[in-house]
């Protein structure tokens, strides 16, 4: 269906590599995820879509147990090898949503933890480079400007920020828990932080942009909405639930997407992958049909944007993505 509406790229889930090696006969589980790999890779080889990242390796920087710290970072090494296999450089790290007593709050063990991973990614031949994203329900990095400070110590060319209009709104602007939806003076919270992040950020160090909306909910999320997950900030609920594509105001969209888009393409100078990262409750449903309507959804929405953004005359060399 990506292939078919016109999307050049997919991001691949770890968890969907893992249902590949999963169907295979017999074989250890290493092995078996390399070849699930190659498979992968050549399934879009075939409908000549490149593979563009493979995400999330989660829960990662900050660890408090230190063995298990060693630990992730022996599955990073593992990790580039996929990512060889799959032909992609980029490797997509989520801030940790991890409970705060198993994250520390002290900012240098994070950055130091970055450092080494990244030194992973530089030692790899080719080199694999790291796109940090701030989740707008992380435990100790929850704001770009967060991750962004975390970039900028690291100090690696090939250790960068992933900005995903999603999160970016979903923690400043956006707050499900509210009748409203809306964290209070909004609008000028978001006019502030884009005003950083143009004089702040360096598209070099800029990997990868992410693109979603979401549903102005008919009810806080709360204990009594039907998205409530006592295991899960509220943010999270609504993200896996509710996210729309650009410019779905008939499905109750209402993040300020074209805005900071404008600032990410138009200020900053971003070129490169522009992403649709779009997860909502209709992928839980085993309607065969559902893949192709995203799709469909996916490309129309990209259409809106290339309209909205003047894209479609641009001398800069953006691309679409679909992850369905």
Not at 17 to 31: C, F, H, I, R, Y
Not at 303 to 309: A, I, T, W
Request: hydrophobic share 40%; glycine share 6%.
């Amino acid at each position: 269906m990506a292939r078919k509406y016109g999307f050049q790229a997919i991001e691949l889930f770890f968890e969907d590599l893992l249902e590949v090696a999963k169907s295979m006969a017999g074989g250890d589980p290493t092995s078996n995820q390399l070849a699930a790999a190659a498979i992968v890779r050549q399934l879009c080889d075939d409908r000549k879509l490149s593979i563009l990242c493979l995400q999330p390796f989660m829960h990662y920087e900050g660890l408090v147990d230190r063995q298990l710290h060693q630990k992730r970072l022996e599955d990073a090494k593992f990790w580039v090898r996929l990512a060889h296999i799959l032909g992609t450089d980029l490797i997509l790290l989520p801030s940790s949503f991890l409970p705060p007593s198993e994250v520390s709050p002290d900012m240098d063990v994070i950055v130091q933890d970055m450092v080494e991973i990244a030194d992973v990614g530089l030692g790899a031949s080719p080199v694999i480079r790291f796109s940090y994203e701030a989740l707008c329900w992380g435990t100790r990095v929850d704001t770009w400007e967060r991750s962004w400070e975390v970039v900028q110590r690291v100090d690696r060319s090939n250790f960068g920020i992933c900005l995903d209009t999603f999160n970016i709104a979903g923690r400043i602007y956006a707050d499900p828990s509210v009748s409203s939806g809306q964290t209070e003076n909004c609008d000028e919270a978001i006019e502030a932080s884009l005003r950083g992040m143009i004089t702040s950020v360096d598209p070099r160090k800029l990997f990868l942009v992410q693109m979603a909306d979401a549903e102005k909910l008919a009810q806080p999320l709360d204990s009594s909405h039907p998205f409530y997950n006592s295991e899960q900030p509220a943010r999270m609920s609504w993200s896996r639930n509710a996210r729309l594509f650009y410019g779905e105001s008939h499905l109750g969209s209402y993040l300020p997407v074209k805005r900071i888009l404008d600032v990410i393409i138009r200020d900053i100078g971003y070129q490169g992958w522009l992403s649709f990262e779009v997860f909502n409750r209709a992928l839980l449903e085993r309607d065969e049909r559902i893949p192709e309507m995203m799709a469909r959804r996916a490309a129309q929405s990209w259409k809106l944007m290339e309209r909205d953004l003047g894209l479609e005359h641009s001398s800069m060399g953006y691309k679409a993505q679909a992850l369905l």
